[in-house]
């Protein structure tokens, strides 16, 4: 399968070098290859701590701009809430 999408793939980490606590977000598009012989187009935002992690997945039947307002949602979620925290 040759590739349809330029690769976008960054991971930032949550939590200062020195912390010894771990957090990081890892936003991926790509073409991988998930089993032998199967490749596909893998989309996804995961957000992760020390115990626990989310991944947001855009399966292949989900529509792109709902994946997309999910993420756009989640962002408002979290920065209403960090507001709120911050008052």
Not at 18 to 44: C, M, N, P, Q, Y
Not at 53 to 77: A, G, T, W, Y
Request: hydrophobic fraction near 40%; charged fraction near 30%.
């Amino acid at each position: 399968m040759s590739k349809t999408k330029a690769n976008y793939n960054k991971r930032f980490w949550l939590n200062n070098e020195d912390s010894e606590a771990t957090g990081s977000v890892v936003a991926f598009e790509g073409i991988v290859e998930r089993w032998k012989d199967r490749i596909e187009l893998a989309t996804f935002l995961e957000i992760a701590d020390c115990n626990n992690k989310i991944v947001l997945h855009q399966l292949p039947s989900d529509n792109r701009e709902e994946f997309i307002q999910k993420m756009r949602l989640l962002s408002k979620v979290v920065t209403e809430f960090a507001d709120f925290l911050d008052s």
